[in-house]
């Protein structure tokens, strides 16, 4: 097995595949390409084979594989797998990266239907559950959104959480990528390994699947978005901004770029939220990229802005941890985040320090107008002890990561 899953099992995601399995749903894995999907599968079958499930009723196939080009065909992949397909017992079906396969839903749609089938499938853009294809599998399937490592997962790698601040500072710098842990003392290989990433999805999936010839604006626009992480936004804002810099460009041509950044979880969209009206409202959204150490190889120094960054680190753990999270506004205050699950709601304001007394009440303003009685939490990277301010909690960010308090 590869180096990241001997050292990190990805427990939680596994958890998920683990409840689901002999279910009748397709399992539907999307996130970044390297996020550890690919892993996560590999995983998952060393799982099944500990608890008595053959190599015979197993069937693995990822579609970047050149061994596999040809089964990128429907009828070749279908009549291949239909083959293989043992009489007995369950058979587990594992297709890797299936948005090379052309027609897909139908293949997946045709294995969901035989009793003896469980179906699980990876995917490196949203676009493979577009309208279409969810029509198509509309009721069927489960999806499972993957993120690269989380903060507590990376402290996990290095053995104990002594020196977390430290830990933290390597982990905003050196990326999330499960593969970077192997590449933690060779900067040099750790740029590469990122640019690689970058270059596969931006320059190559995303300017190949959106038929984009100005490769060069489509990266100003990522550089721009990746430099404006929790700032609101408009795809007015962005269009004028590349138009004054001398390169000019359309609304339209800028949502179009930017729904392919979000479609590829290079970006992730936080909408605005009206609390006391309780709307969604349409305009300035803010971005979070999926990744620091993406950023900070793109922007290198520039990138340094503290408060942002934790902002975009936390944002990423809500939607770990199962939260629709958006942007909050009450009367002419912004709350960072408001954070929705099926149980309740959860209100978060983010910033680096709260030790100056202007500072904090600029923080507590904005929840102290929220009249619910949901959670309210400070997060800051102040290692002070916990305090209550009438029933709204400043806690350590590095403690939530992971998950001591």
């Given at each position: 097995m590869s180096f990241e899953s001997n050292i990190i099992n990805r427990q939680e995601y596994l958890d998920k595949l683990i409840a689901l399995r002999d279910k009748q749903l397709i399992k539907v894995i999307t996130g970044i390409r390297r996020c550890g999907k690919s892993t996560l599968m590999e995983i998952f079958q060393n799982y099944l084979k500990s608890n008595g499930i053959s190599d015979d009723n197993i069937i693995s196939i990822n579609f970047e594989d050149y061994d596999n080009y040809d089964l990128r065909e429907p009828s070749k992949l279908y009549s291949y797998i239909k083959e293989k397909l043992s009489d007995t017992g369950m058979n587990y079906i594992f297709l890797d990266e299936i948005q090379h396969v052309e027609d897909f839903p139908r293949i997946v749609d045709s294995l969901y239907i035989k009793k003896n089938?469980?179906?699980?499938?990876?995917?490196?853009?949203?676009?493979?559950?577009?309208?279409?294809?969810?029509?198509?599998?509309?009721?069927?399937?489960?999806?499972?959104?993957?993120?690269?490592?989380?903060?507590?997962?990376?402290?996990?790698?290095?053995?104990?959480?002594?020196?977390?601040?430290?830990?933290y500072a390597d982990y905003i710098e050196n990326s999330s990528f499960p593969y970077t842990l192997e590449l933690r003392n060779t900067p040099k290989e750790l740029y590469n390994y990122l640019e690689g990433i970058y270059n596969s999805i931006v320059v190559k999936d995303i300017a190949n699947r959106k038929k984009i010839t100005d490769t060069m604006m489509l990266e100003s626009?990522?550089?721009?978005?990746?430099?404006?992480?929790?700032?609101?936004?408009?795809?007015?804002?962005?269009?004028?901004?590349?138009?004054?810099?001398?390169?000019?460009i359309d609304v339209k041509t800028v949502e179009k770029y930017v729904s392919a950044l979000t479609e590829s979880f290079v970006m992730y969209q936080a909408k605005r939220y009206n609390v006391k009206g309780k709307q969604y409202l349409k305009t300035l959204e803010k971005y979070y990229a999926v990744d620091m150490g993406l950023r900070y190889m793109l922007l290198g120094t520039r990138s340094t802005d503290v408060g942002h960054i934790l902002e975009n680190v936390v944002y990423l753990e809500l939607i770990r941890r199962g939260y629709d999270v958006y942007v909050g506004k009450i009367d002419d205050f912004e709350v960072d985040f408001v954070a929705m699950n099926k149980k309740q709601i959860e209100y978060f304001q983010v910033a680096a320090t709260v030790r100056d007394e202007n500072t904090l009440q600029r923080e507590l303003l904005p929840l102290q107008k929220i009249s619910d009685n949901y959670p309210k939490v400070i997060l800051t990277l102040d290692d002070d002890p916990?305090?209550?301010?009438?029933?709204?909690?400043?806690?350590?960010?590095?403690?939530w990561l992971i998950d001591k308090v």
């Open positions: 089938v469980d179906v699980y499938i990876t995917g490196s853009n949203a676009y493979m559950l577009s309208s279409e294809i969810a029509t198509l599998l509309s009721g069927r399937y489960v999806e499972i959104k993957m993120l690269p490592l989380s903060f507590k997962e990376y402290v996990e790698s290095t053995g104990d959480t002594k020196e977390l601040s430290r830990k626009i990522t550089r721009f978005l990746f430099d404006n992480i929790g700032n609101p936004m408009s795809t007015k804002k962005i269009a004028d901004t590349m138009t004054s810099m001398g390169r000019k916990d305090a209550d301010y009438d029933g709204i909690r400043r806690i350590n960010v590095l403690d």
